[in-house]
């Protein structure tokens, strides 16, 4: 018997599998400036919320499709690559945690880094709530990107 904590944790991780695969598929096909949100927005609900950290040139509060769009442009603007590596999901209900492993370019310096992110997201009702990714050293991306 499949209880409710255990369905809800396979909607999320279905959720968050789909996002990845969409999120590949809009990457391939140019990301921001060339491909539409909309092979993303069907992952995310219209008052989604993602909270950046501060100190990172995307950092803030993104709110809505548009402040998706606009936060993935303002990652595209920073990052001349940023490759998802291996991804570890922990789905519980309504909160997923995904640790992942990044290899980027910084567009300003060239410079390579490889790091950890650590997101939380709430999935509710089949789509995306919140995002709230934790970054292991936000200085050494700064770094990175300063010239």
Request: hydrophobic share 45%.
């Amino acid at each position: 018997m499949t209880t409710e904590h255990e369905t809800s944790a396979h909607d999320s991780l279905s959720v968050l599998t789909g996002m990845y695969e969409a999120e590949s598929r809009y990457l391939a096909a140019g990301g921001p400036g060339s491909a539409s949100f909309d092979l993303l927005a069907p992952f995310f609900a219209p008052d989604v919320v993602m909270h950046q950290a501060r100190a990172l040139p995307y950092g803030g509060t993104w709110r809505g499709h548009d402040g998706m769009a606009r936060f993935l442009r303002a990652m595209a603007e920073a990052w001349e690559s940023f490759e998802i590596g291996e991804q570890d999901f922990l789905a519980t209900g309504e909160t997923a945690v995904i640790h992942t492993q990044v290899r980027a370019r910084a567009r300003a310096t060239g410079r390579e880094l490889a790091f950890p992110v650590l997101q939380t997201i709430t999935v509710r009702e089949g789509r995306i709530t919140e995002v709230r990714p934790f970054y292991w050293d936000t200085a050494a991306i700064v770094a990175a990107m300063t010239p």
